[in-house]
């Protein structure tokens, strides 16, 4: 064992507090050190002091790493016992970063786990079990996978908190990008485990038109694919099958919905103008007992109202229905077949419009 790793093991000794034996039982209350001080050699007589020789760049470079990870670990058990699972965490791995030591990567998977984060509890958990196990020949007991069974144990039960996902390519595609959610995620990280949910994915292949976009949800404990079919080329005299440039037209519209607004608003106020007159001329070619002479200019003018009237009501209900129609299609958001977000469409019956979502 190597001097620096005494020092460190000493170190913790005496500076921690006795701690629970197992690193993935969930009735533990503070992490692990399962680092135990190993018993030095009795010192060899002397009868004179041999001077010291100065210590080598790499035996500095050790001792730096042991100091990370004695303060590291340190921190990391105190923001557990304090209740900051998460921090903790973060600084468990920046312990293991420093000492590949198997207890910090065990305590990094309980802090997560305490913290919520099952995904990334799991992850460390599989990390951990990758460990070489502690019968190879060789493998110092502070850097084997001491704690299978409990690890793994711990791992049965979060991936039954998580789900999966993973791709299944349909023939010979080629991906550039995966993003999950945004986040870029490297094709050989596949499987992926996530948090249960509704989770985004965007593929993108070797050209930029190819480009597909999906919705899965995704329960606990289940397992997802990703099929991705080969990227269909786009026409180019069809621009409404290109999910950005129909996003384009619908801006373009806008204006024009907006103007279509305005011209319904002017004809029900010209409209409301005309009733009120048809009105008061209906009511004066009535009068009981008629003024005499007959009313009969009385007569004209309501005629004439009434007719002006019942053409307004027509011009208004069809500039209305232009204003629904190209609304729908100002504000509608795009869908192709790679799409499960929600869109609409307007499908015209001749006596109505029906809207679809």
Known sequence: MMPGLLRLLCALALAMPAAPARAAAPATTEPV???????????????????????????????????????????????????????????FEAAFAAVPAAAALSNVALAYERAGDHVAAARAAKRYLDLPACDTPGVDEDFCASQRAELAEALDRLLKQTGELRLQRNGDVRLREVRIDGRVIAQQDFPLLVEPGRHEVELVGSRKDERLQRMIDVRAGESRAIVVEPFASTPSGDRGTDPQRRRDRSAALRPTFWAAVALTAASAATLASFGTITVVQKRRYEEDPPTPPYPAGAEDRFGTFKTASNAMVGVTAGLAMVTVVVGLFAFSRPRNRSTTRASTHVHWLGTGVRVRW
């Open 33 to 91: 050190d399962t680092l135990t001080p190993a018993t030095p050699s009795e010192p060899e007589t002397t009868t004179a002091a041999a001077p010291e020789s100065a210590p080598s760049t790499g035996d500095r470079i050790y001792d730096e790493m042991v100091k990370e990870f004695t303060a590291r670990f340190q921190q990391g058990q105190l923001l557990f016992n304090r209740g900051s699972y998460a921090q903790a965490a973060i600084e």
